[in-house]
């Protein structure tokens, strides 16, 4: 288990949306920390908050949302608080983010490497030379030639272009990288080779990241820890190990059902009936209720917090069974 | 022996690359499909597997009779679909439908839902009255599990859910009742629940009304659960096509062995995967010999040479090298 100190540490963070002239909440009492070198999974279906939690995180919460309470301790400063100069110091310097949509975002007239080099001079204090021989370390870094830095973004593959975006990323040493669907575009090959490459600047640069992603399958092949998500709670957190072997929220334990596996007996998938309660509709109670096979009167009337299932292996669920016994 | 209902022949498929005004004139074609031939059995799923770029929506399209572009012979039931006149193609219209990945694109947002399910009606069946049309639709939406059907008829797209949009696109392909389904990475957008949902529905739904899958996808740990042979594309090629089972369990081509390596599940643990490098070519660039030769990580002298001739062991057509018969297959691949 990873014993390193926490780099980031989120304390009951709450933020909400305006739809029309009534504020939602989005986000309820979300609490995690990340340690230094692990890879931390942000897990869930689509509307769950995932995107929302690192973008609330990271202070960059949308016009029509805004932080309602809590903390995001980042290296002494409370993120949350901070002013937007002081904030542009910690983006991409301290903290990077990967995009699903970075696909897109690189500047398509002008050559690769001369982007990077841009965001070095300009943000890390490199002289022009230096930038450039910084370039060609990244590019061979990220698995590129570095004599493809000369390309423009069009020469490139979709694959080869989220490496750059990895390598932009990086390029700065931040301590902390979120990374945000950043294969889903991908194929399965690519996806596997962008995989491979974020695990090895984990292992080689002891580079901390938050790994967002819908691909539960996925989440298990990279992370450390994962936290699943659901209706804008986190709902089981734990080690990779724990959750996906011993699942203890009803929630989770379906969803794990859920995925198609590679081996052993071909059963029926089996599907979650119903569907996530809508921003418009928090219920009272345990948001999962309505779909869930155990609930009762207790979680009608309070959500449940998150209980320990076992040291490191939480759940929010007052049904917790003992998925640990006999097996440690 | 099951009976066949589709029969493809050597078929290929050309592009004419666009290339701007200097270089027009020129020979650009691109072989997006090249010479391929498989079979689909009445009442089957058939998986076409492969990267983007491989040209697995092209033969999709193809199939569909959708290409002027395709040569050679695409035969359903008796007939071929590329040499067909015209009263003959609209019929084969409403015999085969197609099903399409994203749910939110491919519905009009301005149209109501019976307007999406009956157009098929409207098209291929015009002498239907409105009530016989209404009833159909309403069948079509039973079926896919919107109930009560009638609820449904005015409402618009947006109004509907991930899952549900998808519901009533393949209600939309199943109005006319047709005999052969193109499914073309028809989960792929939705989350790992839904995903299951769908599929579970058109499983129910082929048994229900008999009707044959080609299903395109990428993901391969689901073909498990769905499909009866699968159909490993590469850059316009067939590499090897045979029971779901089987091919997953012991796969005789280094391509299919690599995609099976990377695919993520949530029994494996950390490890470092052998993935293969770089990237599938672009069709107008096919390197000699075996078209997968760049990137296998068994690679041999004469793969860079000869292209290798399709070989049929056990029930399996595989295209390599490395398959010399079935003696040798024996040795050299299964794990037992």
Partial sequence: MNTQPSILTVDNLTAEFRLGEIYYPALHDLSFDIRQGEIFGLAGESGCGKSTTATAVMNMLPENGRIKAGRAMFEGHNLLTLSEKELRRIWW?????????????????????????????????????????????????????????????????????????????????????????????????????????????????????????????????????????????????????????RPAHPYVRQLVQALPLMEGPVDRLKSIPGSPPRLQETPRGCPFLPRCIDGD????????????????????????????EGSR | MKASLVNIRNMSVWFQARTGIVRRGKNNAVRAVDGIDFEMFSGETLALVGESGSGKTTVGRAVMGLLRE??????????????????????????????????????????????????????????????AQRKRVCRALADVGMTPPEDFLGRFPHELSGGQRQRVLIAGALVLEPDLVIADEPVSMLDASLKVEILNLLMKLQKKRNFTQLMITHDLALTRYVADRIAIMYLGKLLEIGPTRDVLARPYHPYTQSLIKVVPTVDKAWEEKAVLSGEIPHPSNVPPGCRFHPRCPQVMEICRKKIPEPMIVDQRMVQCHLVKNADNKRKGFTNE
Avoid at chain 1, 298 to 308: E, F, K
Avoid at chain 2, 105 to 122: W, Y
């Fill in chain 1, 93 to 245: 310097g301290k903290i990077a983010m990967i995009f699903q949509g970075s696909l897109n975002s690189l500047n398509p007239v002008r050559r690769v490497g001369s982007q990077i080099a841009e965001v070095l001079v300009l943000k890390g204090g490199l002289s022009k030379p230096q930038a450039r021989e910084k370039v060609n370390e990244l590019f061979s870094l990220i698995g590129i030639r570095p004599d493809r830095s000369r390309d423009y973004p069009h020469e490139f593959s979709g694959g080869m272009r989220q490496r750059v975006m990895i390598a932009m990323a990086v390029c700065l040493d931040p301590g902390l990288v979120i990374a945000d669907e950043c294969t889903t575009a991908l194929d399965v090959m690519i996806q596997a080779q962008i995989v491979n490459l974020l695990k090895h600047l984990n292992q080689t640069l002891g580079l901390s990241m938050i790994f967002i992603n819908h691909d539960l399958a996925l989440v298990a092949e990279i992370c450390h820890r994962v936290a699943i998500m659901y209706a804008g709670r986190i709902v089981e957190m734990g080690s990779v190990g724990d959750v996906f072997a």
């Fill in chain 1, 297 to 324: 009167d207790a979680c009608a009337n309070q959500v449940p917090p998150m209980l320990p299932v076992h040291p490191g292996h939480y759940a929010a669920c007052f049904k917790n069974k003992d998925v640990h």
């Fill in chain 2, 70 to 131: 395709a040569a050679g012979e695409i035969w359903y039931k008796d007939l071929n679909v590329l040499a067909a006149d015209r009263e003959n193609r609209l019929r084969l219209r409403t015999k085969m439908q197609m099903i399409f990945q994203d749910p939110f694109d491919a519905m009009n947002p301005r149209e109501t839902i019976f307007k999406i399910v009956s157009e098929p009606l409207a098209i291929h069946c015009r002498n239907l009255t409105p009530a």
